[in-house]
């Protein structure tokens, strides 16, 4: 069984809609588990690491970074890495988000800092803009989100 986790933060609803899509598309290839949290419910972060095969990682755009709950959460991954509990190596990461205006940078930038604790990532990060006055993904976007969470399921299922 390859195993995938998708954790996400949203104050508004166009993340965890990001992140539902992406989870669904996960699911699609057979032999795939996907668990989906979101960052502030309570869970066991060494259990859901566990054999873990690839993390995916979702945040609104908050004055152009990720949210500071996302970052903490990113931060409570290291150090599970620094104690020992979590080999990261071989693990696969990425990145999606949602912004309002000129956030997409902030989506590339948490991508980064992923990188820089050792997870080999994804080839590209999912990026959104909400279109604004009224903050909604289009369908196109929710699909896109579909095809991203299956074709990293194909990757890692593949190794
Ligand atoms: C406090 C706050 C700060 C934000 N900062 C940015 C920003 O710097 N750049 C941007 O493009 N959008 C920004 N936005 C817009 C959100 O990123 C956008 O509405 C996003 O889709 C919200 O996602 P959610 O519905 O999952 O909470 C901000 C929104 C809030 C509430």
Redesign the pocket.
Known sequence: MTKIVIL???????????AEFIADGARSISGVDVTLKKVGEPFSLSALLLDVDAVIL????????A?PAMRDFLSCIQGQVVDGNFEVKGKLGAVF????????K?VERFALEMQNIGFKMYSSVLA???L?PI?Q?KQKTLEECRAFGKNIAEQISKK
């Open positions: 996400y933060d949203s104050n508004t609803g166009n993340t965890q809609k990001m979702g945040s609104p755009a908050h004055y152009a970074f949210t988000g949602s912004y309002g205006w000129d956030g997409a902030s959104k803009a909400t604004l903050p993904l």
